[in-house]
Structure formats: structure tokens, C-alpha cells
């Protein structure tokens, strides 16, 4: 769903956000990615390639920052534009989510 709402952002807010010093905090020198579906990927890819215009010298972001910025946008969304990203992950084949039960610790 966070990668589903970075994907309706403009490139150059995307490009601007990945600019600010406090976020590359978040990475290291290495990536793994376990557990990602291919249209996970396809999505994350595609943003990178949109941005790499607006970013210094034409470097494309790591899929490692795309992923953290769409997690830290989760924040700032407005409740609407998150459930129509929820839909859309749904409509592209995300699995639906579990169904809350009585040990469930979240609350």
C-alpha cells in the first residue's frame, strides 16, 4: 500500500523528500529485499526511473530508499488517498489481510 501511494506522487516531490539529510540515516551499504511480490518490485522500479530525472547528476534512488520514503509518506497521507491505495494493492493481486482473531496483540 505505501509503495501504491509514493507511485501517485509527482516525481519532483518524490526527488525532493529523497534529498533530506535525515533519510539517509535510514540506509546502509547493502540491500536485501526478502518477501517482496514482482509488482511490488515492478512499482518500486518504475518510481525509481521517474525520479532519476529530478535527482542530482540523474542517479536513480536505491529500491532501499523508495521503499523507506513510501513507509515514512504513511504518515503524512491523508486517510482517502490511502484507501485507494489499499484498493489498488488489493486489485493488483496483493493478498487480502488476515482477519483479526481474539489473540491478535495489536490491539
Excluded: C
Aim: net charge negative; glycine share 8%.
Amino acid at each position: 500500500m505505501a509503495i501504491e501511494h509514493l507511485n501517485t506522487l509527482p516525481p519532483s516531490i518524490i526527488a525532493d523528500q529523497l534529498k533530506e539529510p535525515e533519510l539517509a540515516g535510514f540506509g546502509g551499504n547493502e540491500e536485501h529485499h526478502v518477501g517482496a511480490s514482482h509488482q511490488l518490485w515492478n512499482i518500486a522500479t518504475s518510481i525509481t526511473e521517474r525520479v532519476q530525472g529530478h535527482m542530482a547528476e540523474g542517479r536513480a534512488p536505491t529500491l532501499g530508499m523508495i521503499y523507506i520514503l513510501a513507509l515514512r509518506q504513511i504518515t503524512t497521507a491523508d486517510q482517502s488517498a490511502l484507501l485507494r491505495a489499499f484498493d489498488r494493492a488489493l486489485q493488483s493481486g496483493a493478498r487480502t489481510p488476515a482477519i483479526r482473531d481474539t489473540h491478535d496483540l495489536a490491539g
